[in-house]
């Protein structure tokens, strides 16, 4: 696209000077009237010419920075709606974990519990059975006397 600006800006200089040494021609032309009719004409042709083809160029270097602009607009618009979509799905992501990590907390809360509980049956197993031991031991030495 630089480039074809860069050609368009080299016509544009060229048509530019073309245009000046024309303007000299025509000066120069306007002393010689044997032929300054034939020669105004071919300049008038080549400056329509010119001015048709600054036109076209012209035109094309419009279109060229709309599309451009159009580009770039819908890259913005494209990056907006990326983010967005990038967004949303790292909030659902944040949500899982979250709601991972609540749900494995309490899995290790009732584990917890439960090895608590069942090592509070055995401390209460272990008693029962050293107090029957105990008992035992009593009543046997109690026999013995």
Known sequence: MSERLDRIEA??????????????DIDTL??????????????????????????VLRAEAQADRDE????FNDAV???????EAL?????A???????????????????REALQAEAQADRD?????FNDAVSQMETDREALR
């Open 11 to 24: 016509i544009l200089e060229r048509t530019a000077q073309r245009q000046e040494k024309q303007a000299e």
């Open 30 to 55: 306007l002393g010689v009237v044997a032929t300054n009719e034939r020669k105004v004409r071919d300049l008038t042709d080549k400056s329509k010419y010119n001015e048709q083809l600054f036109e």
């Open 68 to 71: 451009t602009r159009r580009l």
């Open 77 to 83: 618009s494209q990056m907006e709606t990326d983010r």
């Open 87 to 91: 967004r949303a799905e790292a909030q």
């Open 93 to 111: 992501d944040r949500d899982e974990t979250r709601r991972l990590f609540d749900d494995a907390v309490k899995q290790m809360e009732a584990a």
């Open 125 to 129: 197993e272990t008693r029962r059975l």
